[in-house]
């Protein structure tokens, strides 16, 4: 068997149960190997950032690549790296900007910081606390420290608002605009629904001892391209897929996304109605859906609470190359050191 789809089906966990998607399954554990407590990802001007503070900010955009690019290669290893870069420059970035502004001090609402966290969890974990938790158990990180953590980055993005206070303020025009722009990525996703076809392709089929992973992937991958070039998925889905739905077509119905792997719905909730996704990895083998019909959650009225933070956005956008130029001069000043 191929070495990298190996690593892979060890590494993803399941998506789907051999009758239909679970919803309570674990997402993919990080690399495996010698566990490092408390190791050092970077420091800045002395202050460490630490390896568990990376590992649970990368993933939930790790799980959502394993599921996404069964195969590995070359472009699952350009987003990942990609990914984690951008993490370590945002917390080292987050750490200068901290000692920049620590003689002046500043405090975050702890209601406000609870409201950051239930966002989170609802953003990338379907609103499933427990497998919130999990994941911070899973990167070493008590809640206590990641409280701390968003504590940080709102404290960070207080500051940077008050080093460009001076921005000329947002016009009803833009505020609208910007609003229209994001509300999308504010609704209730565990309001959101789906219906799709899909197609299940075992990585071990009883009815065929000759099968592998490998030859299975081909069989997925195959039958993608063909569904891709105008086959019938219905069709399709009836002769090859190995689930209870496959005499159905494949076809599920009004789906809440809360019944799903935060991963792979993260994935087809942002396919466009009628593409073909997939094949995507899960621990029992290899999946394509179509999604039929799309319902978002309801994004929240643009009221005084949510008007402030696109208030603040559109600041942000008006200011910002005046603060990569202020971050670039505090870059170059500050001791850092990468270890990652």
Known sequence: MNSRLALALMLSSALFSSSGISAQQAPPKMPSGPIEVNGIAAKVNGRVITKNQVSFMLAPVYAQLVTQFPRRGPQFEAKFKEVKENIIKELIDRQIILDEFKVI?????????DDEI????????????????????????????????TKDKMVVQ?????????????LPNEIQNEYNEIKATLRDVS???ISFQKIFIPAADPENPAATPESQLGLAEDLAKQLSEGKDFTELAKAKSKDAYADKGGLQENVPRTDLSPEFASIIFEAPVGKIVGPLLDRLGFT???????ELGPAPPLDNKVREMIEERVRRK????QYEHWIEGKRKRAMIDIRE
Do not use: C, H, W
């Not at 001090?105 to 910081?113: E, R």
């Not at 207080?158 to 947002?170: E, G, L, N, T, Y």
């Open 191 to 193: 309001k959101d629904v």
């Open 105 to 113: 001090g500043a405090s975050i609402k702890p209601n406000l910081i």
């Open 288 to 294: 394509i859906v179509k999604p039929i019909k799309i």
């Open 318 to 321: 008006k200011t910002s190359g």
């Open 158 to 170: 207080a500051m940077r608002a008050k080093q460009f206070s001076d921005a000329p303020p947002p």
């Open 118 to 149: 239930k966002r989170q969890m609802r953003e990338l974990y379907n609103g499933d606390e427990a497998k919130f938790r999990e994941e911070l158990k899973r990167s070493r990180l008590t809640m206590e420290g990641y409280r701390d953590m």
